[in-house]
């Protein structure tokens, strides 16, 4: 395995991000089945300042609970903002982070993805299956 190889190398650097006095919780749901992702970067302006979940918007569905349920569904993503259900203030990692360290903080801190930053610049996004794929390249 390759020791102290950084976390750029295998971050997501094209990144899909809301920004949340542009966006509402529709328009996440829509990017989530659209682009096939599960996390995505929350910014006001340049800055980040949450980080939103495919599971924070799937604790909002009744359509697991009830048969067509599918416009409850729809109201309650009307009725609360990308704010409301979004991580604040998420951990980051800086992008020259070994991968090692950055597994470590998956486990530790039980996080499933985590925003790359260069400086005060979001410039990516690594998740646990980011990491599996890297290891398993390594076998």
């Not at 992702?37 to 009830?66: A, E, Q, T, W």
């Not at 259900?85 to 800086?94: A, F, H, I, L, Q």
């Not at 992008?95 to 996080?111: C, G, H, N, W, Y």
């Amino acid at each position: 395995m390759r020791k102290r190889e950084p976390v750029s190398t295998i971050m997501t650097a094209d990144l899909v991000t809301v920004h949340k006095g542009n966006h509402n919780l529709r328009d996440v749901k829509d990017i989530f089945r659209k682009k096939d992702i599960r996390h995505v970067p929350v910014m006001d302006g340049d800055k980040l300042v949450g980080i939103i979940s495919k599971n924070d918007i799937m604790r909002l569905s009744f359509g697991n609970l009830f048969d067509n349920q599918g416009e409850g569904d729809e109201a309650v993503l009307d009725m609360l903002t990308i704010d409301q259900v979004m991580s604040d203030n998420p951990k980051s990692v800086p992008v020259d982070m070994p991968i090692r360290l950055v597994a470590e903080t998956l486990v530790e801190e039980k996080f499933h993805a985590l925003p790359v930053m260069e400086d005060d610049k979001l410039v990516g996004i690594v998740t646990s299956t980011d990491v599996i794929e890297y290891m398993l390249e390594q076998y």
